[in-house]
């Protein structure tokens, strides 16, 4: 039998496998965090610096950026300081697990399935909180954002609006 090289496949089975969703998480800097951009693959880079943080909490099965961006009035709708067609910077992530893994105000962590609006806010603002401590420029003027999405795993509705929905949407170039 030839082997194949198709490491989604491998992906898919492991999480099959576990019974564990996926979680997708995006983090989007404003115009105005310009050191998001410099030299994202080098140690302690906000990137290295966003990635550890995430990690600290899940599996973490890939990551990437996307640097100038063009901002969807998505956005600009959730982040104050960010204008739709302005340009930002995007880290996406895939985490293994759910989004209450997240939770820091839950001690040990909410691993199983359930997920609700709650428990996506509740996380999303944990790992947002998290990543300001870590940032040496200053973040707390709303120019940032962390988003959330789960793919639960076979078995399980993803019928919630905090589910898997549109997550990593194509943008254009600022």
Known sequence: MAQTPNRSTNMIRRQSFNGKGL???EVIFAQSITDSATTP???DSV???VTKVVNRHGN???CSYRLAAKATDNDAAEVSEITANNSIDSFQYIVEGTPGQFNANDSVGDTNIDVTATIVADAEADVEADIRAV???DSSNN???VKMRTLLPEGHNNGDANTFVGMFDQRGDA
């Open 60 to 62: 973490l099965l890939a």
């Open 41 to 43: 693959e080098s140690k």
């Open 23 to 25: 979680t997708f998480i």
């Open 47 to 49: 990137f290295d610096k």
């Open 143 to 145: 120019t940032q954002h």
């Open 135 to 137: 940032l040496d420029s």
